[in-house]
């Protein structure tokens, strides 16, 4: 059964303090994999688009990576700004698009 | 360009009462989705379209219905609502099966409570 899988549920930073986000992915066929934002209250917005083991992508103080089971995204010295929900989703359809969403890591950055 | 726009934003349904979500993009998009978030759940998808009068269900698609008559249009029908289906709703759109990796591109969601 394809399954994705966040960790922690829950992150609380002091301003500054760098950390990484893990997801961790069983699929039969990876397609590729996805990094949203969510603030409260909005829609997913999209960060990354990840393919193959290796790959990597950068945004501000933001940095996303892939292996062949798990992905992470590293935070460098986060700002309040970057308090949100980070969502990882992995596309198991090729022609259908269809995402396997984790549940998600809460982020919380203190000032 | 508004991108996915969903209405309404919120709604309280009373058990048993029907209602349909609309959703609609000016991207072009062929493709659209329906997600349900819970809280502290990742997004379930619900139905998807790849294209006008092409629909097929997703991961959790009983007691709902969508049809797709147009491009721009992708709305989901409750029949008789349960308070099972108390949940944020997002729909999504991206491009078609030529641009595969493409990301899809999220509305800001209908807050539904059925009481």
């Known amino acids: 059964e394809d399954q994705v899988t966040q960790s922690p549920e829950a992150l609380r930073l002091q301003e500054g303090e760098s950390s990484s986000l893990n997801c961790s992915y069983t699929?039969?066929?990876?397609?590729?994999l996805f990094w949203y934002r969510q603030d409260p209250g909005k829609g997913p917005e999209f960060l990354f688009t990840?393919?193959?083991a290796g790959e990597e992508k950068e945004k501000e103080r933001l940095k996303a990576t892939l292996t062949k089971k798990e992905s992470f995204l590293h935070i460098t010295a986060p700002k309040p700004e970057d308090s949100a929900t980070y969502l990882c989703?992995?596309?198991?359809?090729?022609?259908?698009?269809?995402?396997?969403f984790g549940q998600g890591t809460t982020l919380q950055v203190k000032p | 360009n508004a991108g996915v726009t969903q209405t309404p934003k919120f709604r309280i349904l009373k058990i048993g009462q029907s209602m349909t979500l609309q959703c609609t993009q000016d991207?072009?998009?062929?493709?659209m989705y329906w997600y349900r978030q819970d809280p502290g759940m990742g997004l379930k998808l619900i139905y998807y379209?790849?294209?006008?009068?092409?629909?097929d269900k997703g991961e959790v698609p009983n007691g709902y219905n969508v049809s797709r008559s147009t491009t721009e249009d992708f709305p989901l029908r409750l029949e008789l609502a349960a308070p099972s289906q108390t949940s944020v709703y997002f729909c999504?759109?991206?491009?078609?099966?030529?641009?595969?990796?493409?990301?899809?591109?999220f509305g800001d969601g209908t807050r539904l409570s059925i009481l």
């Open positions: 999504a759109s991206r491009p078609g099966a030529g641009a595969s990796n493409q990301p899809q591109h």
């Open positions: 699929v039969s066929g990876l397609r590729g």
């Open positions: 990840l393919y193959s």
């Open positions: 989703a992995v596309q198991v359809g090729l022609f259908s698009g269809k995402l396997i």
């Open positions: 991207m072009n998009h062929n493709y």
């Open positions: 379209s790849v294209g006008a009068g092409i629909t």
